[in-house]
Every structure is written in structure tokens, then in C-alpha cells.
């Protein structure tokens, strides 16, 4: 007992000095269990840092001034005769890498997918239309597809959370990892941080043994990779270049050899798949140039009078939005990993239920802590070349965010696009299909149009809602 009492003591004027000591109310009461999970998770935070990101904020940029400054950036375009590279000579290139072995493809997977509201992590959400395939299966048989056509064999980075690790683990185990060998599966946990009282700056207490933590943020990406083995399993396999893309987009062109073409012939370290914004305030990451140097806007953080500029066609003037699909460079993350460059943190504020001083459930009914993330894009300013590829959007983009019954990115939004997708490539092929019926694609059957073309004949009628697996 003495020694708890010395921890105890110890931790008080550790906390004491940033007011946080509250966070022991229930000290005395746990068992040694709880004590040493709360003293654990206390001792994994930089509570300097807490209080300095709350008391000043990291990002008190004003973004008013930098989009003034803020110009579209360089960019292959979809219809683009200025573009530096053909579509064939990328395309080429990029299968050039495939066949050599050199590309993994890394997902994060760590959200909370709070918005979905789903009980288990949002991977495991069964969003084939007619198939049921969980948003994990489809981008696994995505990767096991270009493994196969290219004869080689495409590890994949899973990033997860405190979250979302265990059951996405056993997920994957239950289902034999959807066919990837499990030397080609490589799990890896993202940090957490704490959330703040908004009003008062102290740590939340999720139970009396337990701070509320929540995910650090898709930035957290650089951190957990160099906590874990990933970058010596990526030297071991000799990966130079990774595709990231991020797990609620079932139409995402995971390892699009076009893409990575863009990339390595444009010796960049950070390659964006990028659409025309639908819209000026459409809920996307503005990619803009500022100086010379690309970075993102957040849609949130873009005055609505730069969101609205034109060009003289009438054309958005910063029209990019990036739909966070990224070519990295191994080296790149490596780079970025082992300096002392950190991502800066942002600030969200949000609903967070956690316990009262007298150890009392509290569920606010208003947005009440604020949480701190790190997001991937803040790395492409560190990238010494970096290139947008613009991507048409109902071809490549359909994120999973909200609830069912939500008007976009509810899981009818994006059943609806995969569908309308797959009833393209039918129609390019010449099969015959009509709005009414529904059809799904697996990426086993065909990954594209032209693959599809190989397996379904011109004239085929298809009047049945259909699985072609
Ligand atoms: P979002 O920021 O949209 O969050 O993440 P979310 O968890 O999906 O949903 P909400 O906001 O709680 O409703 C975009 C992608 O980044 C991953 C998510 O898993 C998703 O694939 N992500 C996000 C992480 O891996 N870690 C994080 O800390 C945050």
C-alpha cells in the first residue's frame, strides 16, 4: 500500500501542476488494478502539451489572410492537355512498380465513427449492396485482384485504435483475413489523446479508473508507424511507396496504377487524388498552393467568400477537394517520422459523456470537450514535391459517414454508388441494364471496366438484381 501511496503522491504533483489533479477522486477506492491503469494512461500523456493546445490552440491560423494568398494547385487534370504526363505513360509506369513488388496499400481504420453510429468498429460495416461484404472485405478482394494481375504479392498496413483493434483483429482472423496470406496482413494501433472540459481545460474521467481517450487523428498515422515494426517489415519487403486511403470509401481505386504512375514520374513524396468540388462549400479538404506550398484547407476553415471565387468560365478557382486517397513515398514517412516534426493538433468540439465530481454519469446534451487530432495532410507541407491527380468523383469516391437515412453519406448514399458504378462498366461493356436494378461487382470478378470486359459479352441482358462473383 505504501508504494500506491507514494504513486499517488507522485502523480498529485505531477497533475497538481497543470490543475488536473481531480482526475484521482477515486483513487483511494480502486483496486490495484485500476490504479495502475489510470497511473498507466496518465503517464502516456504529455500533459504539457494538453495545456498548451488548450490554452493557445495550435491551429489559431488566420485562414481569412492564407486564402487570400491561396492559389489551385499543380495538378494533373482530367481533361488536361497542359498535363506534363499521358495517362498511358503513368499507367505504364505505375504497373511498371505493381509487378516489381514495390507498392503496399495502407488503410486507417481507427475512427470512432461516431456520425455512423454502428456498434463496432465501421470497417466491419456490410455495405455491398446485394453481397453484404463488409467495407474490409471489398478492399481486400480489391488488393487480392492487382496481386493477382500483377503477380506479386500486396502487403496491407491496417491502422487501428484502442477502438477499433481487437474486434478488427478478430474480424480479420474469423475470416481468414478475406483470403490475404497472414504474412501479407500487418495490423498496427494509433495513439490516443485525452479530451478537455471545454469551459475549464480538465481532463474527463470516462469511468473513475479511466480518462476518456479517443483516437489522435489520421495523423496519428506517422507516430504508430514508427511505434510498431511496420517500417522494418516495409524494408524487409522492399515497399517504396504506399497507397493510403482511408477504410469508408468502398470505391476507392486502391492501387490504381495510373495513380502511382503520376507519382513516380513526377518524383513526388506526396500524391493526392483530388475531384472537382460539386459545390463551393462541398465537405472536402481544399487543396490550395500558399507560397509555393501545397496544403490543405479544411472545407470548415475556408471562408465562404474564397470558396466561392470563380474563374472568368465561371469554373471554381480553387476547385480542388482532396478525397484523402495519398501516394506516400516510404522514405517520405520515414523522413517525417524520425525528425522532430510533429503534425500540428486540431480542435474539435464535441459531445463527450463522461463522469461528474461526484463520480455521477454525465451525458451533455451539447457539444461540451474539446478533442485534439492530428490530420494526414498536415504532412504535405514537409513533402519536397508533392502533385494533386484529379479523379472523377462518382467513379472513385463514396465515403461512409452518416446514419442510415442521412441525405449523403448514409450507407443508402453509398450502396447507390457502388450500384450506379458497377451498372457503368456493364453498360461500357455493352451489357444491357436498366436504372431499376440493382447490381455489385466484386472486385474478384472484375476490378474495372476492362477486366469486366473479359468476362461479360456485349448484348448480355442483366434484369435481375445481380452478384457477379
Ligand atoms: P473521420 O474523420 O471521418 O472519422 O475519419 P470517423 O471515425 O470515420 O467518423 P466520425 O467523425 O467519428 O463520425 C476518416 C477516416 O480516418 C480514419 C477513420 O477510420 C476513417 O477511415 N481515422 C480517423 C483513423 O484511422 N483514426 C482517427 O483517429 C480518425
Redesign the pocket.
Known sequence: MAADGLDKRALESRLARYGQEHVLAFWDELDAAGRAQLAEQLADIDLDLVDSLYRTGSDAVNFAELARRAEPPHAIRLAGDQNPFSPEAARARGEAALREGQVAVL??????????GFAH???LYKIGPISGASLLQIHIEKIRATARRYGVSVPLYV???PV?DQETRRFLDEHDRFGLAADDVFVFC?GTMPAVDAATGKLLLAGRDRLFL?????G??VKALRRSEAFADLARRGIEHIFYF????PLATVCDPEFIGYHLLAESEYTLQVIGKRSPQEKLGNVVRVDERTQIIEYSDLPDEAAEWRNDDGSLKLWAGSI?VHMFGVDFLRRVAESDVGLPFHRAIKRVPHLGEGGEPVEPAEPNAVKF?QFIFDLLPLARESLSVEVAADDTFA?L??APGAPLESPEYVQRMMSDLHRRWLRQVGAEVDEQTIVEISPLFALDAEQLAERVAPGTVVSDDTYFC
Not at 214 to 218: E, L
Not at 246 to 249: G, K, R
Open positions: 488503410v486507417t481504420a481507427g475512427g470512432q465513427g461516431s456520425r455512423l468498429p465501421k470497417s491502422m487501428t485504435s477499433t494509433q479517443s483516437p489522435d487523428g489520421h496519428g498515422t482511408q477504410v469508408d470509401n484523402a487530432e465515403a459517414k452518416n
